[in-house]
């Protein structure tokens, strides 16, 4: 930036700040779908428990 290339650094960490927005997004939806499933899985874990008569 010193030499006067402060425009081609701020498209280069541009790029990279997108990147890991991106990243973060991805993330977010795989937490989301994680947390959905773990709970329906759950669910019918309890469920099969209940019909064998199962103890907690």
Do not use: D, P
Not at 10 to 39: E, H, K, P, T, W
Not at 41 to 52: H, N
């Amino acid at each position: 930036m010193a030499a006067g290339n402060g425009q081609q650094a701020l498209a280069v960490f541009s790029g990279a700040f997108a990147g890991v927005v991106l990243a973060l997004a991805a993330a977010s939806v795989g937490l989301v779908v994680y947390s959905v499933r773990r709970r329906w899985l759950l669910a019918e874990l309890l469920v099969v428990r209940k019909e064998r008569g199962v103890a907690q």
